[in-house]
């Protein structure tokens, strides 16, 4: 298997499992990493929102020894704000490897207050913004961007010159502009060969639903990793696909619908442990049903599980009425 660092880490697997907003917390992560993930990132936590003390947010930078690699995504538009949301981090006693900064985000709420995405507009600026931000970082930085802001101005390369000279440590690169959010095709096209021009490791993101789908992305783009978010939501076997195949060069089969349904509870006991039972099963509601999603004949047991859960036990008694436990 190709290798590759993070600065000194050594990431074991070729697999990076995206930081999405509801979905990867302490529970998520953990319960996927046993699937070959190699790296993973928080959810992404507001800056502001450590420096102003918000209870709920010091939940995100939760993380655990089964839990590493680990990078905690901040943003934030401001460089001094930024840094002192990543002393508070430190200052915490949070195991964690490195800090991401989120300059991909396209939703409205964050690009409007100049975050995410809307970083990526000025190059210049966003070269002083980084430089800031590692100059201080006692932990390797890296940063997650998009094509650029709209179709006229893909201005992916000169951002990623400018983050290089900042010092970052990775870049992961979703192959849609701001203004896609997550509609249409990711263009990688326009990545192709990317990696061969950069300094530092290259991580590829947008799409991922099948093992193909990440064969396809690192082949046209030579990436060092390849991020699985939605698409391995109610799949983790996705993940197991992708770090094997890699690993050995065999593909793996889908797992039987039966199987999957013991992974589901597997994670609704950790997301129990993690967030009480009424967070947990109200969490779920929007992602247990993407355990059946691949099994063709599913459509009653999504809605089901969809609208009905409030309980451990309202899960367990509709998957055994479907028959897919004891």
Not at 269 to 279: F, N, P, S, V
Request: with cysteine.
């Amino acid at each position: 298997m190709r290798m590759w660092n993070i600065k000194n880490l050594k990431i074991q697997s070729r697999v990076v499992l995206a930081p999405m907003a509801g979905i990867t917390s302490l529970a998520y992560r953990e319960f996927m990493k046993p699937f070959g993930v190699g790296v993973s990132v928080t959810e992404m936590v507001s800056d502001y929102g450590l420096v102003y003390g918000n209870e709920h947010t010091f939940d995100y930078i939760k993380t655990s020894d089964i839990d590493n690699p680990v990078g905690v995504q901040l943003f934030g538009h401001e460089a001094d704000v930024i840094i002192k949301a990543m002393q508070i981090i430190i200052d915490s006693g949070a195991k964690f490897d490195f800090f991401d900064i989120n300059l991909g985000c396209p939703v409205h709420k964050v690009t409007n207050g100049g975050s995410g995405s809307a970083m990526l507009k000025d190059t210049e600026k966003l070269r002083e913004f980084m430089s800031k931000i590692v100059k201080f970082s006692p932990k390797p930085v890296t940063a997650k961007i998009r094509l650029g802001w709209d179709d006229k101005h893909l201005n992916f390369k000169e951002n990623i010159k400018a983050l290089e000279e900042a010092g970052v440590a990775m870049i992961a690169i979703h192959a849609r502009s701001a203004k896609q959010m997550y509609a249409g095709e990711p263009n990688f096209e326009i990545l192709r060969n990317l990696r061969d021009e950069m300094k530092v490791p290259l991580v590829i993101s947008g799409n991922i639903f099948t093992l193909d789908d990440a064969i396809r992305a690192l082949e046209i783009t030579h990436a060092d990793g390849v991020m699985v978010a939605r698409g391995g939501v109610g799949n983790p076997n996705l993940i197991k696909q992708i770090d094997t195949y890699y690993k050995t060069g065999e593909r793996i089969k889908e797992p039987s619908i039966e199987e999957n349904a013991q992974n589901l509870i597997k994670f609704m006991d950790m997301l129990i442990e993690e967030k009480g039972e009424y967070r947990a099963m109200k969490n779920l509601r929007g992602i247990a049903p993407k355990f059946f999603s691949n099994y063709p004949g599913s459509k009653q047991l999504k809605n089901e599980i969809a609208q009905t859960i409030n309980t451990r036990d309202d899960l367990l008694t509709i998957l055994k009425n479907h028959n897919l436990i004891n």
